[in-house]
């Protein structure tokens, strides 16, 4: 951790407190920038749920496709793609459920539907996450 750090006991509570690297002043050990001049004491806390980065992101992207055409893509925030493919998806079963078109004809369209977007959203994940891991190195 950057900068001393001590604690002081208040009641049955612990306040911790660190000295800021760039003034000087006494701060909040849990402060992520100081609050005096603003330098970022430590590194912003990472969220894997919003950040599809890693190996198991291709994996979740085929398997939310899977779930329903688009939801892979929006987990890897290609909006674009993410959002035809489910207005696709939701065409494709208004046609079978609402329209009356005879499932014959719309539950082969509905299968490719869903196996290409599940293996779309794996594939972008996997070649992403090999992208990042080439940058990395």
Not at 64 to 73: N, Y
Not at 95 to 109: D, K, N, Q, R, Y
């Amino acid at each position: 951790m950057n900068g001393d750090s001590d604690s002081v006991s208040v009641g049955t509570s612990r306040l911790h407190s660190a000295t800021c690297r760039d003034c000087g002043k006494r701060i909040s050990d849990r402060t992520e920038r100081c609050p005096a001049c603003g330098v970022r004491r430590r590194a912003p806390p990472e969220s894997s749920l919003f950040d599809p980065v890693g190996s198991n992101a291709p994996l979740a992207a085929g398997l939310l496709s899977a779930a329903f055409p688009g939801l892979g893509h929006l987990y890897l925030r290609d909006l674009e793609r993410g959002t035809g493919l489910a207005l696709a998806g939701v065409l494709v079963v208004a046609a079978l459920f609402v329209a009356g078109v005879p499932p014959v004809f719309a539950m082969p369209v509905a299968l490719v539907l869903w196996a290409a977007a599940a293996y779309d959203a794996y594939a972008r994940a996997g070649r992403t996450a090999a992208r990042e891991t080439a940058a990395g190195e």
